[in-house]
């Protein structure tokens, strides 16, 4: 099933940065098995790999793709805030984005949507794993 990448969050999204990573993966009996991690029973944040939400894998790749975040006021909105995320990959020349109340989960988006687009391929299992937590 594809969705839209700057929707994505939770265990998808940590699903999603890994394979713009390029680890190698395999989904056997409900288990993810990477070179790094295993992910048993579609677990929502593992403990070993979860960049969206564990900091110093996140702001590694943040680091290493020089993602700016930056916090914005929301024009449409008197108070509202939302955090902005974008990089300038030379590869597209432009600019992607990812908006989101915390910080990692804009930078994972927009890391994810400037490697593998703005919609994405997510494998159904995991969409229904996801539906149920």
């Given amino acids: 099933m594809k969705i839209e990448t700057n929707k994505a969050s939770g265990f998808i999204l940590n699903y999603l940065v890994m394979v713009a990573e390029g680890h190698n993966y395999e989904i056997v009996d409900g ?29 590694e790749i943040v680091d290493r793709k020089k993602i700016n975040i930056n916090y914005c006021r929301d024009l449409r909105d008197k108070n509202g805030l939302y955090i902005h995320a ?10 992607w984005r990812g908006d989101h109340e915390k910080p990692l ?8 949507a400037s490697k593998l687009g ?3 391929y997510v494998p159904d299992e ?3 794993f996801e539906s149920q937590i």
Avoid: K
Avoid at 36 to 58: C, H, I, K, M
């Fill in 105 to 112: 989960i804009a930078a994972m988006r927009c890391y994810v």
């Fill in 31 to 59: 288990a993810i098995l990477t070179g790094r991690t295993v992910w048993r029973d579609f677990l929502a944040y593992d403990e070993e790999y979860s960049p969206s939400t564990n900091r110093d894998q996140g702001y």
């Fill in 118 to 120: 703005e919609r994405v």
């Fill in 86 to 95: 974008e990089m300038n990959t030379h590869i597209f020349h432009g600019y």
């Fill in 126 to 128: 995991l969409i229904q």
